[in-house]
C-alpha cells in the first residue's frame, strides 16, 4: 500500500507572538492570519510563542483568550504552550535564563551601559507637553512599542565608568541588578532591509531611535532583547508582524549584529485603522474579535471585511 506520510516540513519557520494584555481585536486577526498563510504556503512550521513579559498588563485570561481567539479564526500552529514542541517552553515569562544569557553576551560587547534615568526624567527631557499625552507618558507607560522617546544621552558617559561613577564590575556584569541597561546605538549609521510586503525600509540610529532599554531596572528584559534571543533560539527564518515594530525592527536588526543572530526575513503588514484614521488598540472592545464573534460574525466575515489600512 503507497504510504501517505505527510512530507516533511520545509525549512520556513514562522511565529506568532501575541502579547496577553487584552483581547485580541480584527488588526491582529490580519496579522496573524497572513503569519499562517505565509508558513502554509512555503510548507514550513508556525510557533506560538505567549509574550507574556509584562507581569503589569498580562493576564492568564488574555492569553487563553488570545489561543481560543485565533483558533476559533481558523488559525493554527505546530508549536506553542498548548502544544510543546522543540524550543519549549513557549511563554517567554518561562525563558529568563535565554535572555539572561543574551544579556550577558551584550553587556562583555562593551555595548550597554546602566541607567539611572527615571521615565519621568526623560519625559522631561525628551518630549513636548502634547507629545506626552499622546504618547502616553502620562501614566508613565509606553502604549506601543515602538514609543520609547529619543534617549538624550545622560547615562552614555557612565560607559567604561567615570570619576564619580565607576563602570560595571565583575558582578554587575554578571547579574542586571535593579537598574536600567541601554544599547548604545551607532549614531548615524543607517539600517535598511527590504521587507516583504513594505519594501526598502531605511532607518537612522540616533535619529530615528536612540539608546534603548535592553534591562529593565524592575528585572524584566526589554521586549526587543526577549524577541530577538527567542526568535534565534527557536530558528524562526521570518518574523510576520504589524507595521507598528517597524522601527523595533531596526533596533532588532543591531542586536543581532552584536549577537551574532542571523536575521530572518521580515513581513511587516499594514495597520487596520479605525474610522477616524487611528491606528487600532486593545482598547477597541467594539473590535475584539470576541465582541464581533458574539455579535455573530463569523470569521470569514472578519478575514474578508474591506477594512481601512494605515497609508
Ligand atoms: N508581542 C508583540 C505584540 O503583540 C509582537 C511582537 C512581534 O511580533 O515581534 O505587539
New binding site residues.
Partial sequence: MASTSPSPPSGYRG?L???PTGYLHVG?ARTFWTAFQRAREAGGTLAMRM?DLDADRSRANYADAALEDLRWLGIRWQEGPDKGGPFAPYVQSKRRAIYLAAWRKLVHSGRLFPCRCSRKDLATAVAAPHERVQRGFGDGKFDK?DDEPLYPGTCRRFMGGSPQLPGPTADAMDTPGNTNWRFRVPDGEVIEFVDANLGPQRFVAGVDFGDFVVWRRDGVPS?QLA?VADDAAMQITE????A??LK?TARQILLNRVLGFNDPAWYHCRLVVDHNGRRLAKRHDALSLRALRQRGLTPMNILAAELPVEA
Avoid: M, Q, T
Avoid at 239 to 242: F, K, L, Y
Fill in positions: 511565529r507572538a501575541p502579547s491582529h509574550e512599542l521586549y524577541c518574523v510576520v508582524r504589524g507598528d515594530l523595533s
